[in-house]
C-alpha cells in the first residue's frame, strides 16, 4: 500500500508542478491562497476522518481532473483523512448506500484520471426530498465521513448547502465543500469554472472548421447555424468568436440568452451578411427566447424538465433554419453536437485540466482546515501573462444562483460578442488555435 500512494503522490507532484506555470505562487503553504470567507472562522476539526467526493450534472472533459486533484490532496493529508470514499452517481449513492474505496485504486487509476472525460464516478440529476437529508447523513455516520466534498454546478452547491445546514441541526460534525463544474460557467463568486475552457476551445475549433466547410460549398449550402448548450447563459455560445483572425471572420451571427430574440432583426441580420459574404454562419444558444420570453426551441415528448425543473429544449436551430428558408429562400442547415460538446476530451484546454484539479486540492485543504459551507472559486489576477489562483466563496451565495454574459461582453445590436469578451475568454482555451489558409480574403 506504501508504495502505491507513493506513485500516486509523485503524479500529484508532476501535475502540481504543471499547474505552478498557470497558479499563483501564493497556493504554496498552509493557506495555499484561499481568501477568508465571509460565513466566519473555520471550526476546529476534532479528529481524523474519512472523506466522500461525489459528482453531479452534466459531465464536463475535466470533471475528473478535479477528481484526480481531491484524491492527490486526501492522500497526502494522512494525518486528517482516513479512507476515501466515492459516492457512485453522486447524491444517489448516499441514499442508497453505494460508495466506492478510491483509496485502493491501483496508481494508473490515478494517473489516466485527467485524461479521462465524462463523470468517471457516474453523475446524477437528483434533487433531493426534505426527508432524505437526514438519510444521506446516516449513511455518512456509518462511514465516518468527516469530509464531504461535491464537484457540480449551481443545483449542485444547493445540495451541498442545504447536506451541510442538515448536519449543523443535526449536531453532526461535517466540513462541506463545493468543486465548481458547469460548461454553462454560470456560478457567480468566480471568475470562470472548471470544465469551460474545454467546452470553450471545442467551440471555437468547431466554429472555425464548419466556417470552411459552409465557404467551401456555399454555392449549394448558403446559411448554417450552430446551436450551442449553455443553459440560461450566453458563455458557450460566445466562445465561437474565439477562433477569429479578424473581425469579420465567422461566425458572422452569435445571439445570446441575455438579449430577447427577434425573429425580423434575425432575418434582416442573415439577408445583410449574406450580401456582403455570400454564406452566413450563425450561432445561437440553445436557449434563446422572444421578447415575451417564449423559447424559440420547442419543448416536446415526456421529459420536457429535469428534476431541478430546468426546461429541456430541442429544435432552437431547427426553427430558424426553417425561417431562413420559408422568408429568405436560402439553404440552411444547423449543426447541433449535443451531449458530445461537454465531454470532448480531444479538444480538452490544459488550462482548464490544471485549474479542475488545483481546484480539487484546494477543496481538500479547506475542508481539513475546517471550512465548511463554502465553495472553491477561481480568481484572476492578471491577463497577459495569464494568472489564476483559488479562492472561496460562501454556498449560500453561490447556489441556485446564475451568472450572465455582462453588457460589455454583448454587442449593442444584441447579434455578436465584443473584445472584452475575446480578452476574457482566450487565456481559458490553453494552446494557440490553428490557423487556416484562405484564397478569398487579405492577409
Known amino acids: 500500500m506504501g508504495a502505491r500512494i507513493c506513485l500516486c503522490l ?12 498557470a497558479l499563483s505562487t501564493r497556493q504554496r503553504g498552509q493557506s495555499a491562497g484561499i481568501q477568508a470567507h465571509e460565513g466566519g472562522p473555520a471550526r476546529t476539526v476534532a479528529a481524523k476522518g474519512n472523506l466522500a467526493v461525489g ?9 475528473n481532473c478535479s477528481l484526480a486533484g481531491i484524491l492527490a490532496e486526501a492522500l497526502a493529508q494522512e494525518a486528517r483523512v482516513g479512507e476515501i470514499y466515492g459516492l457512485v452517481h453522486g447524491i444517489e449513492g448516499a441514499l442508497r448506500g453505494e460508495l466506492v474505496d478510491l483509496r485502493r485504486r491501483p496508481p494508473e487509476f490515478l494517473a489516466h484520471l485527467c485524461q479521462t472525460p465524462a463523470a468517471v464516478l457516474g453523475s446524477c440529476r437528483y434533487k433531493l426530498r426534505p426527508e432524505e437529508y437526514l438519510q444521506v447523513l446516516e449513511t455518512l455516520r456509518a462511514h465516518n465521513v468527516r469530509y464531504f466534498l461535491y464537484i457540480g454546478g449551481n443545483d449542485s452547491m444547493d445540495t451541498s448547502q442545504r447536506i451541510a445546514e442538515a448536519a449543523q441541526a443535526a449536531g453532526y460534525d461535517l466540513f462541506v465543500v463545493g468543486v465548481p463544474k458547469t460548461v454553462d460557467n454560470d456560478l457567480p463568486c468566480t471568475d470562470h469554472t472548471p470544465g469551460y475552457g474545454s467546452i470553450a476551445r471545442y467551440w471555437a475549433l468547431h466554429a ?11 454555392r449549394y449550402d448558403q446559411i448554417k447555424i450552430l446551436e450551442t448548450m449553455g443553459r440560461n447563459a450566453g458563455w ?14 465567422p461566425p458572422h451571427l452569435i445571439y445570446v440568452p441575455e438579449r430577447p430574440f427577434d425573429q425580423e432583426c434575425f432575418l434582416s441580420d442573415v439577408e445583410e451578411v449574406y450580401r456582403r459574404h455570400g454564406y452566413v454562419l450563425v450561432t445561437v444558444a440553445e436557449t434563446i427566447r422572444d421578447g415575451t420570453g417564449r423559447p424559440i426551441g420547442r419543448a416536446e415528448g415526456a421529459f420536457t424538465r429535469d428534476a431541478f425543473g430546468h426546461a429541456v429544449l430541442e429544435g432552437t436551430a431547427q426553427t430558424l433554419c426553417r425561417l431562413v428558408e420559408q422568408h429568405l429562400k436560402l439553404k440552411a442547415r444547423f449543426n447541433k453536437p449535443g451531449t458530445a460538446q461537454r465531454v470532448a476530451a480531444h479538444c480538452a484546454s490544459e488550462v482548464d485540466r490544471r485549474e479542475a484539479y488545483e481546484a480539487g486540492r484546494a477543496a481538500v485543504r479547506l ?11 477561481l480568481v484572476r489576477e492578471s491577463d497577459e ?7 472561496v466563496a460562501p454556498l449560500q451565495t453561490v447556489a441556485n444562483a446564475e451568472r450572465r454574459l455582462p453588457d460589455e461582453f454583448i454587442a449593442p445590436a444584441g447579434n455578436n460578442v465584443t473584445e472584452a ?5 482566450r ?3 490553453g494552446a494557440p488555435l490553428p490557423v487556416h489558409a484562405h484564397l478569398w480574403r487579405p492577409g
Open 10 to 21: 509523485r503524479y500529484a507532484i508532476i501535475c502540481s508542478t504543471r499547474g505552478a506555470r
Open 55 to 63: 459528482q453531479s450534472g452534466g459531465p464536463t472533459a475535466v470533471i
Open 208 to 218: 472555425m472548421e464548419a466556417a470552411r466547410d459552409l465557404e467551401a460549398m456555399r
Open 236 to 249: 458557450v455560445a460566445a466562445s465561437t468568436a474565439l477562433g477569429r483572425c479578424l473581425p469579420d471572420d
Open 367 to 377: 475542508a481539513v482546515s475546517g471550512q465548511s459551507g463554502v465553495m472553491v472559486t
Open 385 to 391: 501573462p495569464y494568472r489564476c489562483t483559488t479562492g
Open 421 to 425: 469578451f475575446l480578452r476574457y475568454a
Open 427 to 429: 487565456p481559458l482555451i
